[in-house]
């Protein structure tokens, strides 16, 4: 049949290209060409006919295997596709099976690690909270033993200032009776010698007015004998 067609697209080709008749749809074609394909075609119909004839004859019988062949593969193929998915649906259930069985035992491990983690953790914390009280006793004690400390320390710190007060009362008491005391002795001595000095100086007043007099006596006498003319007899002037 391929040669059958091989010279019919010969020939479409050379009436294609054909020289044209003028004012005519008519074409001038090399007649031996065409005559030559023309056999072609005659010698290879008979053969490629009876080939195509032959498959007309078998056209029910080959029809018919390929249904069948097409039953068999389609029903091979259905076997195949529910094994194929029994298969895959057994898998899955074993996959999903297994991942269950991994999912428990892993929550199981999990919760089994919260609860050691759980329980170290409330021993822990027991611990330190035990721990922890103890120092904040510890630290209490210790705080209330400096409070007090610190409250009799400021207690007789109180009572040394309060006593330094009082010294320094006493003190200023005694400075004070000290200055009046030497105030008043002073005063006394002023007046001692105030006494003193005024008895001395009457008793130079009176020493000088006795001076004075004999003087005045002395001066008396002379100027009485200067007036006589006698000569003055010696002046006692301790008289």
Do not use: W
């Not at 021993?123 to 103890?134: F, P, T």
């Not at 002073?186 to 009176?206: G, I, M, N, T």
């Not at 001076?211 to 000569?231: E, P, W, Y």
Request: charged residues 35%; hydrophobic residues 40%; negative net charge.
């Amino acid at each position: 049949m391929y040669k059958v067609f091989e010279a019919l697209d010969e020939l479409v080709t050379i009436v294609e290209e054909a020289r044209g008749v003028p004012m005519t749809s008519s074409c001038v074609v090399p007649r031996g060409d065409v005559l030559e394909l023309l056999d072609e075609v005659r010698d290879a119909l008979p053969a490629e006919v009876d080939d195509a004839q032959d498959v007309l004859d078998r056209k029910d019988e080959i029809i018919g295997n390929a249904e069948h062949q097409a039953e068999q593969t389609v029903s091979k193929a259905a076997m195949e596709a529910d094994k194929a998915i029994e298969d895959a649906r057994a898998r899955a259930e074993r996959m999903i099976a297994e991942a269950q069985a991994r999912a428990d035992r892993l929550v199981a491990e999990a919760q089994d690690q919260a609860a050691r983690t759980v329980a170290a953790g409330q021993a822990k914390y027991d611990e330190l909270v035990g721990r922890s009280q103890v120092d904040a006793d510890r630290m209490i004690q210790a705080g209330r033993e400096s409070f007090e400390r610190s409250v009799e320390e400021g207690r007789i710190e109180q009572e040394r200032l309060v006593s330094q007060t009082e010294v320094v009362q006493a003190a200023h008491a005694e400075s004070a009776r000290i200055l009046d005391a030497t105030a008043d002795e002073a005063a006394r001595q002023r007046a001692e010698c105030d006494e003193y000095v005024d008895s001395k100086l009457a008793e130079f007043s009176d020493l000088l007015s006795h001076t004075l007099r004999t003087v005045g006596k002395g001066r008396a006498h002379l100027r009485g004998a200067a007036v006589t003319g006698v000569s003055a007899a010696p002046f006692d002037y301790t008289a």
